[in-house]
């Protein structure tokens, strides 16, 4: 049976007439600015946050070579195994070693590289993690997050709290985006219904900070689609009146809750 979301997208173009702000890092945006063509709209490139391979790469390096001691190694991100791979080209982990992601995406990244990897079938994000078996129970364990530093860390709390060794490899860095007046002017240019996607509570602070205040407030007055509850609530407070909280994170999931919102302007 297919999904809400594949039912969704299965429309002729259904965000035509639609401008779509695409927040993700520019680095990883391209598959779902194709998603977004393909639907019918037009994608505004609006990067939220910037990604930057880490700056001691020796370091990463020999991190990521003792990955074979591991017993349960996460990639956190599609990036995380591109970034990783960019230090090491001729990274191999262990037969052993339990290999997890976060998603499909992170999957999919692992699976080219011929790595053997599950991830959350439902949920895909931390929560969905921490609900696998494979880190249920973790006591004594030690378990390698690859990605950077920041974000929500509930990850690595929870499973130091499960009584593993936790340990983070940093591949590359989140930023601040460097928007300068051609992402300005996409903004000020968009037509039709403006409907923005938000996966990080980041990019939407980042945002708030690197636009300027009438932009924002152009951006915070449309459609916003978030991943989940916690980015829902950042939009609220930054003020954000129409805010739909998709099933995930997942392009698929976001564009769905696009299309449902901008169906309710045609109703």
Same mark, same amino acid.
């Given at each position: 049976m297919a999904t809400r979301?594949?039912?969704?997208? *299965?429309?002729?173009?259904?965000? *035509?007439?639609?401008?779509?702000v695409i927040t993700r890092p520019a680095s990883t945006a391209g598959a779902i600015r194709r998603q977004v063509e393909r639907l019918g709209g037009k994608p505004i490139g609006l990067p939220g946050i910037a990604l930057r391979a880490v700056a001691d790469a020796g370091n990463a390096r020999r991190e990521l070579r003792a990955l074979r001691s591991a017993d349960i190694v996460v990639f956190i991100s599609p990036a995380a195994v591109r970034f990783a791979w960019n230090l090491l080209p001729r990274l191999r982990l262990a037969r052993t070693t339990c290999v997890l992601a976060p998603g499909a995406g992170s999957a999919r990244?692992?699976?080219?590289?011929?790595?053997?990897?599950?991830?959350?079938?439902?949920?895909?994000?931390?929560?969905?993690?921490?609900? #696998?078996p494979s880190l249920t129970r973790v006591r004594r364990r030690h378990i390698v997050l690859v990605g950077a530093a920041g974000g929500r860390d509930l990850l690595s709390r929870e499973l130091r709290a499960r009584g593993a060794r936790v340990q983070l490899i940093?591949?590359?860095?989140?930023?601040?985006?460097?928007?300068?007046?051609?992402?300005?002017?996409? #903004?000020?240019?968009?037509?039709?219904?403006?409907?923005?996607l938000f996966s990080s509570a980041e990019a939407l602070t980042n945002l708030h900070l690197r636009l300027p205040a009438a932009l924002f407030a152009h951006l915070a007055?449309?459609?916003?689609v978030v991943s989940g509850a916690r980015v829902a609530e950042v939009a609220h407070t930054l003020g954000f009146?129409?805010?739909h909280v998709a099933?995930?994170? #997942?392009?698929? *999931?976001?564009l769905a809750a696009a299309c449902a919102a901008l169906a309710r302007h045609r109703i």
């Open positions: 979301a594949a039912k969704l997208l *299965a429309f002729d173009r259904p965000l *035509a007439g639609a401008s779509v990244a692992l699976q080219r590289r011929g790595v053997v990897v599950s991830y959350p079938p439902d949920r895909q994000d931390s929560e969905g993690l921490l609900e #696998l940093e591949v590359y860095e989140r930023t601040a985006p460097h928007l300068n007046r051609r992402h300005f002017a996409q #903004l000020e240019r968009a037509s039709g219904p403006l409907i923005g007055a449309s459609d916003c009146a129409h805010v099933t995930s994170a #997942l392009p698929e *999931a976001l």
